[in-house]
C-alpha cells in the first residue's frame, strides 16, 4: 500500500495566488515526521517545511504553511502568495521513527506546480 | 557552511559495466543517505550510512553497495549494471541530532545505462 499518496499530478496558479498542494499519508507508527521538499529542474530537494506527529500546531516557514489534520492522516502545503520561481515538482515525504525505520523518507511521486505570470 | 556535493553530475554507461558515484556530506553531518530517482517518480530509499557502518537498507539487490569514510563522505556502487538503472542519484545527509529536519540533498547524479 502506498504510504503517501499525492493526487495532483499538476498543479497551474497564477502569480501572487495561493494554492494547497495535497498530500495524505498511511502509518499505524503514533510517532512520525512529515516533509515538503521542492525539486526544481536542476534535481536538488529543497527542504521546505517539517510537521510532527506530535506538534500541536500547523509548522509555517515563511510562505509555506503545512495544513495537518491528524486525523485525516493528511498534510497538505500552501503556498501564499505564488512566484514564478516556485515553479518545480513539490514532493511530500515521510519518516516514521519506531519499528526501526527512523532513518528513511518515504517519498510521494510529486506534483508539478506551474506558476502562471 | 557548505552543501552536500555530488560527483558526476551526469554519467551514461552500458549494460553490465560497474559504476561508482560520490557524496561529500554537509559540514557537522555524520549520516548519509541515498536515493533513486526514476523519471517521473518520488525518490526511493538505498541505503543509509552512519559511522562508516550500513545501518538500514530498502528494497535493491546486494549489487547496490555503498562505503561511507571517515570525514562522512560516501560513495554508491552500482555493479552488473541494467538499463532500469537509469535514474537521478541523490545523497542526503544529516545530522543523526536533527533529524526533525529531514535531510540535506545535493543535486544528484544522472545516470543513463545503455
Known amino acids: 500500500a502506498q504510504k503517501i499518496t499525492q493526487t495532483q499530478p499538476g498543479m497551474f496558479v497564477q502569480e501572487k495566488e495561493a494554492v494547497t498542494l495535497d498530500c495524505t499519508y498511511d502509518?499505524?507508527?503514533?510517532?512520525?515526521?512529515l516533509f515538503w521538499y521542492k525539486q526544481p529542474s536542476s534535481g536538488e530537494m529543497i527542504f521546505l517545511i517539517y510537521?510532527?506527529?506530535?506538534?500541536?500546531q500547523n509548522a509555517t516557514e515563511g510562505r509555506y504553511s503545512l495544513n495537518f489534520q491528524k486525523a485525516r492522516k493528511s498534510a497538505n502545503l500552501v503556498i501564499s502568495a505564488s512566484q514564478l520561481g516556485d515553479s518545480a515538482m513539490y514532493f511530500c515525504?515521510?519518516?516514521?521513527?519506531?519499528?526501526?525505520?527512523?532513518?528513511?523518507?518515504?517519498f510521494g511521486k510529486g506534483t508539478l506546480l506551474t506558476v502562471n505570470p | 557552511e557548505t552543501g552536500v556535493t555530488q560527483s558526476p553530475t551526469h554519467l551514461i554507461k552500458t549494460r553490465g559495466q560497474q559504476v561508482t558515484l560520490r557524496c561529500s556530506s554537509q559540514?557537522?553531518?555524520?549520516?548519509v543517505s541515498w536515493y533513486q530517482q526514476a523519471l517521473g517518480q518520488g525518490p526511493q530509499f538505498i541505503f543509509q550510512y552512519y559511522r562508516e557502518e550500513e545501518n538500514g537498507r530498502g528494497n535493491f539487490p546486494p549489487r547496490f553497495s555503498g562505503l561511507q569514510f571517515p570525514n562522512y563522505s560516501s560513495e554508491l556502487n552500482v555493479n552488473a549494471l541494467e538499463l532500469d538503472d537509469s535514474a537521478l542519484y541523490l545523497c542526503?545527509?544529516?545530522?543523526?541530532?536533527?533529524?526533525?529536519?529531514?535531510?540535506?540533498f545535493g543535486s544528484g547524479t544522472r545516470l543513463t545505462v545503455v
Open positions: 502509518t499505524s507508527d503514533p510517532s512520525y515526521g
Open positions: 542526503a545527509s544529516s545530522s543523526s541530532s536533527g533529524w526533525s529536519y529531514g535531510y540535506t
Open positions: 515525504a515521510m519518516r516514521e521513527i519506531s519499528g526501526g525505520s527512523n532513518y528513511k523518507l518515504t
Open positions: 559540514s557537522g553531518h555524520n549520516t
Open positions: 510537521q510532527g506527529s506530535y506538534d500541536q
